[in-house]
Every structure is written in C-alpha cells, then in structure tokens.
C-alpha cells in the first residue's frame, strides 16, 4: 500500500475526529471519554458532607452533643450514608421507657423513631461524651448520590447542640461560630442547614 492513500486516510480521520479518538483508532483501540465529551462532566457523581465541631456544645461532665434525627432533603438518613467518626460513647441509641425503643443495633439519630418527634418518651438518640466534641473534631460524615438542599437535624435539648462547620466535598460551606445555647427545653429541638 503507498504511503500517499494511507496519509490520506490519517487526515480525514483526523479531520472527522478529535485527536484523542483518531489516536485511539488507529492504535486499534477505543476512544476514551474526555470532560468535552458531554455536559456536565464536572458534575460530581458523590457528595460528602463533613461535620466538625467548631464551637462545643454546652454540657455537663459527663456528657455533650445528642443527635436524636437527621433528615436529608426530608428523607431521614440512612446507615449507609452515615459514616461515624468518633463513636459515640455515651450512648449509641438512648431511649425512654414507657415510649419509642432503639430498634437493633443502629445509632439513635438514624432510628426509626416518629417523626416529627413531639413526645421525650419517643425519641431516640446518640450521645458523646464530655471531651469527644472538642473543636476541630469531625464527628460524622454523609454522604449522598447529589447535592443537598438542606439537613434537618433533631437534637435532645438545645445545650446538646454544637456549632458546627460543615463541608461538602472538601469545602466549607457552613461555619458556626456559638453553640445552642445553655437551655433543657424544648425537648426534643430542631435545626435546619441550609446549604448553599
């Protein structure tokens, strides 16, 4: 075969193709995708949410932050979005008699307890002790298939709730800089992040 022909058949290939396709072609392989191949190619595919204590919450000598329910976008979070990074040692799922019992071996602030949580007999909930949520400690991550709006969270009382800083994918999106406060009531109590 001339050189000429197959020259030719090089830049016409080369003309009809991106050089990464051409390349893969003539090499007898496939054409691999490249971030111009389609829209949104940036996009993540996974978005992890790191929480970090920044301002400890209000405690007592025994005992500290108390997630009783996490909500993403609504829908409670599940045990396989919900990575524990420092165990809680108080109580994993604590519940009252006479309500709502942990169900299994999950932790509290993904139980299936009611919602929403009006009655302290049917809450659920995970508990760190005193000393675990020192500034600068990530707690917990969670993780999802795309973008949150918004985390719901119950807590036990409102001196159980720290001051966070939560990042998505590495990047800080919310920073808190006081905790709940020093109050018992409303018991349960709620809070919204909003994420930008």
């Given at each position: ?160 709730i720290p001051g966070w800083i939560i990042k998505e994918n590495g990047v800080e999106v919310i920073k808190e800089t006081e905790h709940g406060g020093t109050g018992g009531t409303p018991n349960p109590t709620s ?6």
């Amino acid at each position: 075969m001339s050189a000429v022909p197959m020259l030719a058949g090089v830049g016409l290939m080369m003309v009809c193709c991106s050089s990464a396709s051409a390349a893969a072609m003539m090499m007898g392989g496939e054409e691999t995708p490249t971030a111009a191949a389609g829209a949104g190619a940036d996009t993540p595919t996974e978005y992890v949410y790191e929480f970090i204590v920044n301002v400890p919450g209000h405690h007592t000598d025994k005992y500290t932050t108390a997630i009783t329910d996490i909500r993403i976008d609504g829908v409670r979070a599940t045990a396989d979005q919900v990575e524990v990074h420092v165990e809680p040692e108080w109580a994993k799922c604590n519940s009252k008699a006479g309500g709502y019992e942990c169900e299994g071996d999950v932790y509290g602030m993904i139980d299936s307890q009611p919602h929403p949580t009006t009655a302290m007999n049917d809450t659920s909930w995970s508990q760190w002790a005193s000393g675990q949520d020192v500034s600068g400690t990530k707690l917990f991550t969670i993780t999802t298939s795309s973008k949150v709006s918004k985390f719901y969270f119950e807590y036990f009382r409102p001196k159980y709730i720290p001051g966070w800083i939560i990042k998505e994918n590495g990047v800080e999106v919310i920073k808190e800089t006081e905790h709940g406060g020093t109050g018992g009531t409303p018991n349960p109590t709620s809070k919204e992040y909003t994420i930008p």
